[in-house]
């Protein structure tokens, strides 16, 4: 089928690469002429695993193009997909519509007859019903708009695209159901699961699942915060409770609070439709709170683990991206704890894989390491704030000899105690006993 993708960020970019890659030809646009040019000469804006290998393949069979002209990408398209951004509005945290609608308005001027327009972006529930008065308003009559909502994780893109979990499509006709069934034909023949609903209840489900997520993350680290007053391990509560099959071992690790760019913006919106229709939302607005308060309150533990005074000290981060895999910064635990450390006036060097380039934009005022042990040298404590895979395996003794202290604030639970002691560190983790006045 000939697929229009608009906007190439994560999400476009990646389902713009999975379609091509199952046989379809797709022209992803984005207005971001360097995104665009930098893509047309083989460089990809985003790190993900796979994706530029992917990328190229389907570039060279001549199934995936890119362009900044969205009219020649959605001119003879047979499905238009948008994908652009939906960030929380400044201020007051209501998904902000306005590059969908601006998309809609411009692919509203040369989409064919016939066409299926399909949000991928996550939109609150009635957007379907605004773009098509939108394509009514603009003389558009003929087309079909359909919601399929996007679950892939950044890091896992690719396979998860591939392999989904689910795929879930709210269509209110036979025409789109029929062009969203045929795009993911491929995916059928592997058996993945398919939903169709109304489009309101599939733009639904996309906030409804981020916002059990973001639940369970926080419900685990309010565990954690007992486990350390009384003298429990939150690790283990996380297995016992996880085996069984009713709760699920995913989304149970103990750490600094979420971030990224869905949850912290999808469980806003969420709050925000509920509070327009008069219905209540405590567990999913507790959790927000919950949250917010743990990323704030983050730089406390490390200023409780160096015993005293952050004034003066090194502190060395290492983990900078939301979670590993990513370069992506959007609402990063590192960007509280960071600019706190600081503001208490600590020194900061900092070392992630990736993310450097994204968080240059973000940090004033710390030195950037090329790698681990060059953030660790001189530091007084060296706080694990992502788990990249090549954390795990660090050389600790080594790193301890080089700093100044002794502290290792562990916010991912990467290590253990014995480990990090015998390597002569103070280890203190998440939910791991009692270790720290409260
Ligand atoms: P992103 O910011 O990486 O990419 C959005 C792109 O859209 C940008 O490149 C921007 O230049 C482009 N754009 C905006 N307006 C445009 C227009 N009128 N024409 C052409 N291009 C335009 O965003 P993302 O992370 O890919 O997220 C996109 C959507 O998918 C959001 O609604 C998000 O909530 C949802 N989503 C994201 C993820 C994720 O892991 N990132 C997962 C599932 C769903």
Known sequence: MRIAMIGTGYVGLVSGACFADFGHRVCCIDKDEAKIDGLNAGKMPIWEPGLEALVKANAERGRLTFTKDLTEGVKDAEAVFIAVGTPARRGDGHADLTFV?????????????GAVVVTKSTVPVGTGDRIEEILREEGVTDVSVASNPEFLREGAAIA?????????VG???????????????????????ILITSRRTAELT??????????????????ADL???????????????????RIGPKFLHAGPGYGGS????????????????????????????????????????????????????RVAVLGLAFKPNTDDMRDA??????????????????????????????????DFASNAEGAA?????????????????????????????????????????????EAGLTYYGIGRGRQLDR
């Open 377 to 421: 040298e001189g530091a007084d404590a060296l706080v694990i704030v992502t788990e990249w895979d090549e954390f795990r395996a660090l050389d600790l003794e080594r790193l301890a000899a080089s700093m100044r202290g002794t502290t290792l604030v562990d916010l991912r639970n990467v290590y253990d105690r014995e480990e990090a002691e």
């Open 101 to 113: 609608f601006e998309a809609v308005r411009e692919l509203a001027k040369v989409i064919a007859p």
């Open 171 to 193: 269509a209110e006709d036979q025409r789109a159901e029929h062009c969203l069934k045929e795009i993911y034909r491929p995916l059928f023949l592997n058996r993945a699961p």
């Open 333 to 366: 635990p590192s960007i509280p704890l960071v600019n706190a450390l600081l503001e208490r006036g600590a020194e900061v060097s900092a070392f992630d894989p990736v993310a450097r380039e994204q968080a240059e934009k973000i940090f004033e005022g710390i």
């Open 206 to 223: 996309k906030y409804a699942a981020n916002a059990f997520l973001a639940v369970k993350i926080s419900f685990i680290n309010e565990i």
């Open 160 to 168: 998860d695209f591939k392999h989904p979990d689910r795929i879930v």
């Open 227 to 245: 486990c350390e007053a009384v003298d429990a391990d939150v690790q283990d509560v996380a297995r016992g409770i996880g085996l069984d099959n």
């Open 262 to 313: 869905c949850f912290p913006k999808d469980t806003l919106a969420l709050l925000k439709t509920a509070d327009k229709v008069g219905v209540e939302q405590r567990i999913v607005s507790t959790t927000v709170e919950v949250n917010d308060a743990r990323k704030a309150n983050m730089v406390e533990r490390v200023e409780r683990a160096i015993g005293g005074s952050l004034k003066g000290k």
